[in-house]
């Protein structure tokens, strides 16, 4: 199992269901990820300004080359500009 990583990373905030069955809430710190376990926490980090954020894996994908999560657009904007659209990030699985 991948416990860290970079990769980059996008955001979205169209509400619709996310494959755990939730509502999406663009204002939570959640993500997206192909194949972490639900539930799962992660930091994610910015390597060029060191910010970095906890996030709950609730959703699937990114399904774009290169990509391995696609954020919250609070969690994007926590650590990043949204006007960038894509960040390269680190990240670590704390757990489930």
């Given at each position: ?7 980059g990373?996008?955001?979205?905030d169209?509400?619709q ?10 204002r ?11 539930g799962?926490?992660?930091?994610v ?11 709950r894996?609730?959703d ?9 999560l ?11 500009n949204?006007?960038?659209?894509v ?5 670590e699985?704390?757990?489930?």
């Open positions: 199992m991948i416990s860290t990583g970079t990769c990373a996008s955001f979205y169209e509400g269901m996310t494959a755990s069955g939730e509502r999406f809430n663009p939570a710190m959640t993500a997206a990820h192909k194949t972490l376990a639900m799962s926490r992660v930091r980090t910015n390597p060029s300004n060191g910010e970095s954020v906890t996030v894996i609730n699937r994908g990114p399904y774009v080359g290169g990509r391995c696609d954020l919250s657009r609070a969690a994007f904007s926590a650590i990043g949204t006007g960038a659209g960040m390269r990030v680190k990240y699985v704390l757990g489930t």
